[in-house]
T-cell receptor, first 115, second 108 residues
Framework: KAGVTQTPRYLIKTRGQQVTLSCSPI?????VSWYQQTPGQGLQFLFE???????NKGNFPGRFSGRQFSNSRSEMNVSTLELGDSALYLC??????????????FGPGTRLTVL | EDQVTQSPEALRLQEGESSSLNCSYT??????LFWYRQDPGKGPEFLFT???AGEEKEKERLKATLTKKESFLHITAPKPEDSATYLC?????????FGGGTRVLVKP
């Protein structure tokens, strides 16, 4: 079974621009979560989507947004980029997001550099 | 406030030198304690899920255990390929909260 895929793997943007990242979950997984990883803050939860609806949200500004499509693929968007947005953005998928056996599986990440 | 703390931050081991990593947590309702391994520049790779105090799981040289307040990841006779950052996390409603990780370096 193919794992979680993320595109692009690397991005370089300048301050003020916006960026869209894409994530394809494991086949059959309906929950997609996004995380930001930086050396200073570690791994932090951004938001989770299930059945095209945002179900959970972390403590990030409104510049960070996402959506999920009917095939469970997800995108996240960051508008008005700031230097501090430079990070590894990780997508994780799970079957339903509920229950004891639900484990999140991560993709390889998108490395975003903001200049 | 729910939180998880990992120690030590870094660990240097000689090949074959067994050791343990600690993950202590304070959560209002544990719905799973997860261990992941992460190599530089890559996404976390799932290792174990533990749900109940007393539970243990093993995979090759790794063994994870869980008590009511902490979890341990034991590395037995490590090899250089076990060098990675090991992350623990808990899951209060499908939003994983991660500890800071333990960077493990195994020297031949």
């Amino acid at each position: 079974k193919a794992g979680v895929t993320q595109t692009p793997r690397y991005l370089i943007k300048t301050r003020g621009q916006q960026v869209t990242l894409s994530c394809s979950p494991i086949s059959g997984h309906r929950s997609v979560s996004w995380y930001q990883q930086t050396p200073g803050q570690g791994l932090q939860f951004l938001f989770e989507y299930f059945s095209e609806t945002q179900r959970n949200k972390g403590n990030f500004p409104g510049r960070f947004s996402g959506r999920q499509f009917s095939n469970s693929r997800s995108e996240m968007n960051v508008s008005t980029l700031e230097l501090g947005d430079s990070a590894l953005y990780l997508c994780a998928s799970s079957t339903s997001g509920r229950g004891r056996t639900d484990t999140q599986y991560f993709g390889p990440g998108t490395r975003l550099t903001v200049l | 406030e729910d939180q998880v703390t990992q120690s030590p931050e870094a660990l240097r081991l000689q090949e074959g030198e067994s050791s343990s990593l600690n993950c202590s947590y304070t959560v209002s309702g544990l719905r799973g304690l997860f261990w992941y391994r992460q190599d530089p520049g890559k996404g976390p790779e799932f290792l174990f899920t533990l749900y109940s105090a007393g539970e243990e799981k093993e995979k090759e040289r790794l063994k994870a255990t869980l008590t009511k307040k902490e979890s341990f990841l034991h590395i037995t006779a490590p090899k250089p390929e076990d060098s990675a950052t090991y992350l623990c996390a808990f899951n209060p409603g499908n939003k994983l909260t991660f500890g800071g990780g333990t960077r493990v370096l195994v020297k031949p």
